[in-house]
């Protein structure tokens, strides 16, 4: 990734109230560059305005870009209908969106639509209609003082010596009747009617509160941090430190300077909806929550949230990467925990990086971003190493807590029985940490019973119609699903293919298949899977991850899920099922991934007081993956996986850029993948590889073709790209995704 400089871009000057007082507008539509527009008489607009202008019959919210340019004739220009009484979106702002666009090769107004996401928001919220009760008011003659009705007056007794008014849900909730009920009392002139403003978020977090006392090494790491957001300006650094070395107490404290010098702060963690024991550690720290930004907020909350932060009432944001895009006044530090994350990948409509894009976004404003993590990406620990970026190391777990023992375990000669997946050793280890009194967790990274069922007759394979995969047993749900489309069906009672009944049998195991073993092995421990299919929303998680802290369960079988940071004191053994899963398929990064990933799992074990014990099961004990987890060689494993891709100048050495081609017609998607095969840019330094098929050469029913560019780390691939698709014809019914700097080679 390149960084942006804070000065592309056209410089946004000029009377924009000038001879022809119009406005560049840009909507949040694919469209090419902003459309201008008239300002009306009596209207003043100035950069970054929000306003709402006609788009041929429709009216379209938009955001003033700059002076008119000249894109529409005098006689066809339209006027600005109005401005949204909102602060506008910030000279950053909009070159943050600009710099996105341009990296991404992604239309300008499509990032904007991200930028512009809860249109709700721009209007000022309404107030709630709460009541009173009214002193002295009678029923009128026939009114019936029903019980319900007799509740709800009950409720509001203390409005008479000055409590505060109730919302007609609020009583109709706490008296347990219905809404009906409040307005019949209002109707017959018992209570008093009034208008509520809006609530604000609460009371903001307390940057003043004093966090824990920090350990010397500690202390030196948040020195350094708050003397970067104290004096400001733009630096990146990695705070590199092994799980549970207290990385979240030191970025805290960064957090607390931004918010003592009135400034916001950004934390970006990888997936929101898990990091409920994040958000609990943060109220216990400042006193208040932080503002949530993701998926799953409600729109009334998006809307009052987004509001909040643009009119700067929001000190603290934390989110998914969709939370870069807020229209934060004035931001003071950005921390991005696990930045290694693959989740910060995303993957459809704009295809962008959050990770980097937060390193250009800080870059922009002038600000200090943190990158957090225990297992850097490859392209971080080189920009470290080279002193591109800060680094800052926590070399040590705190308070003591020993970093777990990591064994490997050789499923060549420690085989498990047949259809059954533990090994011996494995079970050997589990049973004594059950009569230990100790918690263990086993991890396999795949959701359902099995991933594969086929005929044992015919060696039929269950194949999803749409995707280019195996369709995954969910045996809870008794299902056979697509994890690609979700397309579901039942299984079959007899082989679709050779119509052989009773033949179609599980291969291989997921995470309810090993539930069952466990199962099998020790039926009064109390055990539970937590993968996202069988946790429903952040609520149950949060109730799945307060039960295994709080030792309501012995054996947790869980996916990715459960890797990610959380903190669990009895958790003594860390069994992964299969260590050499993500090594199959072997993409650039599945080493690398496959490295971070059971590092993490294995930072689970062994956080409190009890040393813990991590056993890997693996075919290929001699992987170097495998090697240096073992020896705790995490820069080792680091330095050979550096040489392989600087030997073979891919990333960080080299740069990709990937083309997607995709369609519904086969025979057109080739056609198209082809010609832009012969007209791909070829050079010295710059190749092109393909079209071949994607893995996934069919998803959701449509056929895929990739082709791949590869250039030296110093070329601007963009421009390269933007010429290559201009010589090629592309048919409206084929899509071409263009993904620079490709996480996923699906
Ligand atoms: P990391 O983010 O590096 O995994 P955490 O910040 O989660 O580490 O710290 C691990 C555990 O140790 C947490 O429970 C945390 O509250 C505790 N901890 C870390 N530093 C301190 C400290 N200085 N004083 C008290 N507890 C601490
Ligand atoms: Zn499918």
Redesign the pocket.
Known sequence: MREPSASSGPALQGDLLGAEARVAVLLPLPLREAYDYRVPDGMALVPGDVVEVPLGPRRVIGVVWGPGAGTVESGRLKAVVRRFDVPPMTEVGRRFIEWVAAYTMTLPGFVLRMAMSVPSALEPPKPTLAYLRKADAEPPPGFKMTDPRKRVLALLDDTLAGGPPRTPGELAEEAGCGVTVVRGLAEAGLLEPVLLEPTTLGRPPDWARPG????AN?EAAAEDLRARVGTGGYSTVLLD??????????YYEAIATALKQGKQALVLLPEIALSAQWLD?FAKRFGAPPAEWHSELTGAQRRDTWRAIAKGEVPVVVGARSALFLPYPDLGVIVVDEEHDSAYKQEEGAIYHARDMAVARAHLGGLPIVL?S?TPSLETKVNADSHRYARIE?PS???GAVLPDIDLIDLRRDRPPARHWLAPSVRKALTETLAGGEQAMLFLNRRGYAPLTLCRACGHRMQCPNCTAWLVEHRLARKLQCHHCGLQQPLPPSCPSCGEEGTMAACGPGVERIAEEVAELYPDARAAIMASDTLFGPRAIQEMVRKIGDHELDIVIGTQVMAK?H?FPMLTLVGVVDADLGLNGGDLRAAERTYQLLHQVA?RAG?GERPGRVMLQTFMPEHPVMQALAAGDRDGFYQLEAEMRQEAGMPPFGRLAALIVSGEDPTLVDRVAMALGRAAPRGETVHVLGPAPAPLALLRGRHRRRLLLKAPRATQVQPLIADWLSRVEIPPSIRVQIDVDPYSFL
């Open positions: 824990p006392s920090l350990s500690q430190g092994v799980t549970g070395s207290g990385k979240t107490e030191v550690r957090v225990a926590l777990r705190h308070g940071g903190h930072g956080r």
